[in-house]
């Protein structure tokens, strides 16, 4: 079947603009997660949902980062006001249950602030 | 909190020679243990894990690794690449089943012929 895909694969935004990236995960899976890995390092975890509650957000950077998955489906992160640092691959991954030790990977979003 | 550090950032070696990656972590708890690989423009893949039992444990395209709690160490090996192999390939550690990944920093094989 379908792996998670994000959209879009590469965006190029100026600074101190808004943008959204988008995860549909693998149908049925109930959690889901976004993690950031900067040029060169390994991915950081941003947040977690479990289905359309967002149980973790400990590892968003700032106030400007804002993450939702209204119907406990497809997530949306939203940066608001991007800065150069928000430069990064942005990695969606989906679990099809809690508890579940395996994590699907999307192929990311890479951003780029200039 | 936990940490993971991969000690190499990267390793050349040729076809069909044999590699080890290494990776240590540090947690005050028990963790699950994970190797992903990362080919270019393409998401993370799991490679293999560890949860309990033996402490070798076998993934996919012969890849193996072996738990050393004392050392707390993952390494992983395999005793012939291919040039396929070529990737980034990263440790992960989870402290509960189905909590969040914390990643080491990458360790870059790169297999020449």
């Known amino acids: 079947g379908a792996g998670v895909s994000q959209s879009p694969r590469y965006k190029v935004a100026k600074r101190g603009q808004d943008v959204a990236l988008r995860c549909d995960p693998i149908s049925g899976h109930v959690s889901l997660f976004w993690y950031q890995q900067a040029l060169g390092q390994g991915p950081e975890f941003l947040t977690y949902?479990?289905?359309?509650?967002?149980?973790?957000k400990s590892g968003l950077p700032s106030d400007r980062f804002f993450a939702e998955r209204p119907e406990g489906s497809v997530s949306t992160l939203k940066i608001q006001r991007t800065q150069q640092e928000d430069s990064a691959v942005y990695l969606c991954a989906s679990s099809p249950r809690q508890g579940s030790l395996e994590q699907y990977f999307g192929p990311g979003t890479r951003l780029t602030v200039t | 909190a936990q940490s993971v550090t991969q000690l190499d950032s990267q390793v050349p070696v040729f076809e069909e020679a044999p590699v080890e990656l290494r990776c240590n972590y540090s947690?005050?708890?028990?963790?699950?243990l994970f190797w992903y690989v990362q080919y270019p423009n393409q998401g993370l893949q799991l490679l293999l894990k560890y949860l309990s039992g033996s402490t070798l444990v076998k993934g996919i395209n012969g890849f193996e690794a072996e738990f050393n709690k004392s050392q707390t160490s993952f390494h992983l090996r395999k005793p012939s690449v291919h040039i396929s192999d070529t990737a980034e390939y990263f440790c992960?550690?989870?402290?509960?089943?189905?909590?969040?990944?914390?990643f080491g920093g990458g360790t870059r094989l790169m297999v020449k012929p």
């Open positions: 992960a550690v989870s402290r509960n089943a189905g909590n969040m990944l914390t």
């Open positions: 947690s005050s708890v028990s963790v699950y």
């Open positions: 949902f479990q289905n359309e509650a967002q149980l973790d």
